[in-house]
């Protein structure tokens, strides 16, 4: 079956480097996708999402970079600090339209080291 | 998220107990689902509600049932636990036109079920 992945499970950065998270997807159809972040013992929080038709969306210190050529996701933080620290999962939405489930990607753990 | 709450946050019961977790929402959401959550296996989808009269399973139903009360709450049950049941367990809510879209999905804190 068609699936979502991370190319890397962890990452670990300086405090005030910039860091990329990227994810991989498989689902052609997909049409929607959304970044996560899930810090210890809390549900996810929504960081920023993009549609595909749009290849580039910005949020406050985060960037979502959409490659459908390719089917890859990229979630760029800008400054990273140590409130970044959390697990960070890539999501896309099946159907795009009626549907509304999403497909989750196993996470990957960001550590910014002070 | 506070518009996205679920209780317990923590409970711990054994082997044959029937459990049921709670999900309320105040955004005014008409879609919600109940997903778990294990160590390298991401969030997996247990059942979804489209509306109060709307009953799907994910991909990891076994197991458990729910029961949409209202358009605010989304009841799981695992009807006899097992320890393999043993998990983190999110609820979320979609829908609506505020946010970040009508796809984004919100999640609750979680409850941490340990099944001995």
């Known amino acids: 079956g068609e699936s979502v992945g991370l190319h890397l499970p962890t990452l670990s950065v300086q405090e005030g480097d910039n860091s990329i998270i990227n994810c991989a997807y498989s689902?052609?159809?997909?049409?929607?996708f959304i970044w996560y972040k899930q810090e210890s013992g809390k549900g996810p929080q929504f960081i920023i999402d993009?549609?595909?038709?749009?290849d580039k969306r910005q949020g406050q210190r985060v960037t979502v970079l959409l490659n459908k050529t390719v089917k890859h996701l990229s979630l760029q933080i800008a400054a990273t600090q140590p409130g970044d620290s959390a697990v960070y999962f890539c999501?896309?939405?099946?159907?795009?339209?009626?549907?509304?489930?999403?497909?989750f990607g196993k996470g990957t753990l960001l550590t910014v080291n002070p | 998220d506070a518009d996205v709450t679920q209780t317990p946050r923590n409970r711990i019961t054994k082997t044959g107990k029937r459990i049921m977790l709670e999900c309320s929402q105040t955004?005014?959401?008409?879609?919600m689902y109940w997903y778990r959550q294990d160590p390298g296996l991401g969030l997996r989808l247990i059942y979804y509600?489209?509306?109060?009269?709307?009953?799907n399973k994910g991909e990891i139903s076994d197991g458990y049932s729910v029961s949409r009360q209202a358009q605010a709450k989304f009841s799981l049950s695992l009807e006899s636990a097992i320890p393999n049941q043993t998990a983190l367990y999110f609820c979320a809510t979609t829908g609506g036109t505020s946010g970040a879209g009508t796809d984004t999905q919100y999640f609750g804190p979680g409850t941490r079920l340990t099944v001995l």
């Open positions: 955004k005014g959401h008409d879609r």
């Open positions: 993009i549609r595909s038709n749009m």
């Open positions: 999501a896309e939405n099946e159907n795009g339209g009626s549907n509304y489930k999403l497909t």
């Open positions: 689902n052609s159809a997909s049409d929607y």
């Open positions: 509600s489209f509306d109060v009269k709307d009953i």
